[in-house]
């Protein structure tokens, strides 16, 4: 099925060039993130970047990853902490769409980085408490995910089982597995 390149090309990487992003095309992954949707228009995504020109921020940033992905993620010129804001402002009652929101955002970001050649990795693997500590990140916001972003590099750079990993063809799911037609689970 036909969808837009773009889409079909961004892709989870762990091999990084040596090679730092330009303040420019940082700001416009930024940018992209601005003009996601989101409910009330409340906005509720937050991030914070180091770049790895940065060494103390950066190494803050490698210390709330697990070490399973520090011992990639170093290689990274970038490594931002995606952060949200977990109540409306004007109600201060819980945004219950403030992950989703902050999740159309950094889909937004992606996409923007793809279309600017440079790529990235979403870390699920960190240490919400630490990173939240690390970077004063103040109650009322959610440490959500940790992005490790940078130029992609050679596969054979990384050790196993990273290297096979990167090597591998992208799986994703079939229509029938996530879409249903009638109710959950069921397509007929």
């Known amino acids: 099925m036909s969808i837009l390149e773009l889409i079909a090309a961004r892709k989870s ?40 020109e ?24 970038a490594l931002i902490l995606v952060v949200a804001k977990t109540r409306f402002t004007d109600s201060d009652i819980p945004n219950s769409h403030a992950l989703y929101d902050t999740g159309m955002a ?16 979403q870390l699920g693997g960190f240490n919400s408490a630490m990173a939240g500590e690390l970077f004063h990140v103040p109650q009322g ?11 992609q590099g050679d596969p054979e750079s990384l050790p196993e089982p990273f290297r096979s990993r990167e090597a591998m063809p992208r799986k994703r799911k079939s229509l029938e597995e996530f879409h249903f037609t009638k109710h959950f689970g069921e397509n007929n």
């Open 54 to 77: 940065d060494k103390e921020s950066f190494e803050k940033m490698l210390a709330a990853l697990n070490e399973t992905n520090r011992s990639w993620a170093r290689h990274a010129s």
């Open 141 to 151: 916001f959610e440490p959500v995910v940790m992005i490790a972003l940078g130029y």
């Open 13 to 52: 990487i762990r091999a990084f060039q040596d090679r730092s992003i330009d303040e420019t095309d940082l700001l416009r992954l930024f940018e992209a993130a601005r003009w996601a949707p989101s409910s009330r228009n409340e906005q509720p995504w937050r991030f914070i970047s180091a770049m790895k």
């Open 106 to 121: 950094v889909a937004n970001l992606s996409l923007q980085a793809t279309a600017l050649g440079i790529s990235l990795h």
